[in-house]
């Protein structure tokens, strides 16, 4: 068969290359070649026994309604910093606190918000507010959207194209095995519409496997890939770009799906460059997901980035299990996206809301006047995903976490009217083929604010993830909040990812301080 002869050409071309696994000496320095060490604003490397690079997020501050009264962000929809917590927590490590992202944890769980009643607005909204565990004097302001669900028989026809690292950093157990497992799991999803390419990369580029809808053969093509040689990403990618342009099909999905641990090292190893390629190919309508994989030359920084430029989703693979739930029990909404350039806006009533601070969505803000910008890339929302963002807010007259300003003239005054509204929440999105964005406009009730319940239910759920992730984050304004109180808040949750939430407080809590992941600048 075709992929026979071409697998053993691509591992011919890979060997020649040399090994790079990670621990061995590589063809340049790493520092010389890291993308994220050369170009990315922020982000951090590891020591030599650990090379993986987070992009750095500070903890979002505290905001005076007075000076900065709308708050405006991205929606993001990428799961990959829970599973790579997971996996720091199950080895006995805390994660390093720039790789949580308090978001990605909420929303790696669904919640009970209601299903859109009109697909032509793609998503439903749903607001309520809570009293704050950790805080008496603050509320809890939940925003929360839940895309429709698209039938497995009613979804279009798929172009896939798997691009997947082979080069030597990728032989370990929780790389290019994982990645087999992983994306068979994807080729038993498909319909016969469906049709899957692969491409593969190390110290050179191939097409392993020209476009097929035979699961089978998608399958003995993978299990024929070995791994080594160094790392030529960027070819790759144009590769899997060519490859899927060539097979593109209008009205379905056209998507790109590369397996790494991102650990880019010859080639195109410049992010500009391939921040260009993918923006370009995006907007042709050419979609990338990344998968991440493994651990000790991780690069996360560089997956997430490549999916948020590539209008796609993030996610980490840690298991066969974690393979299982983003690629067959959540493929919908892994590959087909329902809404691009999601903004949400958030504009608070200085007669209800004194101070606030969103938690989370650190590297998601954007400047006010950007959300009216229909030029400005956001976030997209897939099919049957759902997002969550939480404010914890001040109620005006409350003590807030600043005081008051001594003198006259530094002091900021502004005036509310009491309407019934403590806060309006607007959001901006556009549909999949649409370059003009619609809005959605909500008020926020001011009843909500003076009748909030303690947590209860999924809000008390909801409140326990971002209580985790921010206490994980180094939070100083979760007060004396511990892991306990974090269980607790949880509770004893139906079914297994929720249970399993409450078991990595418990290791968070008992084996996190044995050993501690350390990043250094």
């Not at 071409?6 to 063809?27: D, E, H, R, T, Y």
């Not at 806006?345 to 006010?368: K, T, W």
């Not at 001040?394 to 009217?417: H, I, L, Q, T």
Request: glycine share 8%.
């Amino acid at each position: 068969m075709l992929y026979k002869s071409l697998v053993s050409v691509a591992v011919c071309a890979i060997m020649v290359s040399g090994c790079s696994k990670p621990g061995q000496q590589s063809n340049q320095p790493y520092q010389d070649v890291s993308m994220a060490d050369a170009s990315e604003p922020g982000a951090v490397a590891a020591t030599d026994e650990n090379r993986e690079k987070y992009k750095a997020n500070e903890i979002s501050p505290v905001r005076m309604v007075a000076d900065a009264p709308v708050s405006t962000f991205a929606v993001d929809v990428d799961t990959g910093a829970y599973a790579n917590v997971r996996r720091f927590l199950t080895q006995g490590q805390l994660p390093p606190k720039d790789a949580v992202r308090t978001e990605e944890l909420v929303n790696y769980f669904r919640y009970d918000y209601p299903l859109p009643t009109d697909r032509a607005q793609p998503f439903s909204v749903t607001t309520d507010v809570a009293q704050t565990p950790w805080n008496s004097d603050t509320r809890l302001l939940r925003i929360g959207l839940r895309g429709y669900d698209l039938s497995y028989a009613r979804r279009p026809a798929a172009n896939l194209v798997f691009l997947i690292d082979v080069s030597g950093s990728m032989e370990d157990a929780d790389k290019l095995p994982l990645v087999k497992t992983a994306l068979s799991m994807l080729a038993d999803n498909l319909q016969p519409q469906d049709k899957v390419g692969i491409v593969v990369y190390a110290g050179a580029a191939g097409v392993v496997l020209d476009p097929t809808s035979d699961p089978s053969e998608i399958k003995a093509a993978l299990n024929q890939l070995s791994a080594g040689g160094s790392t030529a990403g960027g070819e790759g990618i144009e590769l899997a770009y060519a490859t899927a342009r060539a097979n593109f099909v209008k009205d379905g999905v056209n998507r790109i799906i590369i397996a790494t641990d991102g650990d880019f090292n010859v080639g195109v190893t410049d992010q500009k460059q391939l921040e260009e390629l993918i923006t370009s190919n995006r907007d042709d309508g050419i979609t990338l997901t990344t998968l991440g994989f493994g651990q000790g030359n991780f690069n996360d920084a560089l997956m997430e980035s490549m999916a948020d430029l590539g209008n796609g989703n993030y996610a980490y693979i840690d298991s066969a299990m974690e393979a299982k739930k983003v690629l067959s029990e959540e493929l919908a909404s892994t590959l087909f996206t329902i809404a691009k350039d999601v903004k949400i806006q958030v504009e608070f009533n200085p007669a209800y809301i004194s101070q606030y601070r969103l938690i989370g969505y650190e590297n998601r803000a954007l400047a006010e006047q950007d959300f009216d910008n229909d030029r400005v890339d956001a976030g997209e929302i897939g099919a049957g995903h759902q997002v969550t963002a939480l404010y914890e807010v001040v109620p005006a007259g409350s003590k807030g976490w600043s005081s008051e300003r001594r003198y006259a003239d530094n002091k900021r005054v502004a005036n509310g009217k009491q309407d019934g509204e403590l806060a309006f929440v607007r959001l901006r999105y556009k549909l999949p083929d649409g370059d003009t964005s619609r809005l959605i406009e909500r008020p926020v009730a001011a009843t909500l604010l003076a009748d909030a319940p303690a947590p209860r239910g999924d809000m008390a759920f909801v409140t326990a993830v971002a209580a985790f992730g921010q206490k994980l984050r180094g939070d100083t304004r979760l007060g004396e909040t511990s892991f306990a109180d974090i269980r607790r808040l949880a509770g004893n949750p139906d079914g297994y990812w929720r249970q399993e939430f409450v078991k990595l407080t418990e290791l968070a809590e008992t084996k996190a301080p044995i050993k501690t992941a350390q990043l250094v600048d």
